[in-house]
């Protein structure tokens, strides 16, 4: 019997980002300052990229000189118009912006966003040259009644449209019940959703699908980022409250030296 087919494929370089949510102003710019001279240093083998609020991506903008990428947190699907408070992907990229987090589990409950809405807030930011973060996850509810995979398949399947790439688009597992609760699941846990949602990838997105990168998010912290990243098809973090200072933020990139 032939040898199987050895994937020519690339791994892709993971990414840490870093989800500031409704925290920081001016004062927290030496904070990642120090942040951004660590990771210099630190020669990590990752993407590293803060997704501060929509206020200090201009005053962030500097980072970019270090590598430091930056995103915002969510965009309306217009890109202008009579939408009071809203900011478009247009916006966050003329504010320094590369990347948007959208479909955080925050905004699909605190507003109530549906998968429909957020494919055509990841439509926006790939029409405005954005690097789209799309986050499925389930409810502590939905985990314990059996329906993971059920719940993160169907997020992933609604919240996309075709055609996505590699390079326009990053999937982010997110269990509700482990942001910001200090619970993370099991490896075997992450293991297996991680595993579902790349056969689900490259079975719409072929190449691409195998490309693209699917970050680990909820309580990473620097002492279970290792042992995080080196569960099969997790290509990188999504971390919030840990985010927020240099030396937690740090201890997680120097995982990926
Ligand atoms: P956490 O949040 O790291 O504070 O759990 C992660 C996120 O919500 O992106």
Redo the contacts with the bound molecule.
């Keep these: 019997m032939a040898a199987p087919k050895k994937s020519t494929l690339k791994a892709p370089k993971p990414l840490v980002a870093g ?1 500031w ?1 409704m925290n920081g102003t001016k004062a927290s710019l030496g904070e990642v300052k120090k942040l951004a001279s660590a990771f210099v240093k630190s020669k990590a083998k990752c993407e590293v990229m803060i997704c501060p609020p929509a206020t200090l991506l201009a005053p962030m903008k500097a980072l970019k000189a270090k590598g430091v990428a930056l995103g915002g947190q969510d965009c309306h699907a217009a890109s202008s118009g009579a939408h009071t408070g809203d900011v478009s992907a247009t916006m966050l990229k003329d504010a320094g912006a590369s990347a948007v ?1 959208l479909g ?3 905004r699909r409950a605190d507003h109530l966003e549906t998968d429909k809405q957020v494919k055509a807030k990841v439509a926006a930011a790939h029409g405005a040259g954005l690097l789209a973060i799309m ?1 499925v996850g389930e409810s502590l509810k939905q985990r314990k009644s059996g329906d993971t995979l059920k719940v993160v398949k169907a997020q992933l399947r609604g919240s996309l449209m075709d055609g996505c790439t590699a390079k326009n688009t990053v999937i ?1 597992y ?1 269990p509700v019940w ?4 200090g619970l993370t699941p099991t490896v075997a846990q992450v293991e297996e959703v991680h595993t579902a949602l790349r056969k689900a990838l490259v079975r719409r997105f072929g190449d691409e699908g195998a490309k693209m990168r699917i970050l680990y ?5 620097p002492a279970n980022a290792a042992e995080l990243m080196a569960v099969p098809n997790v290509n990188g973090a ?6 927020l200072t240099a030396k937690d933020f740090g201890g997680i990139v120097k995982a990926y030296t």
Excluded: D, F, P, Y
């Design positions: 989800n949510k987090i955080h589990s925050e986050c982010a997110e482990a942001i910001g609760s998010g909820g309580s990473v912290k999504l971390v919030g409250g840990a985010s």
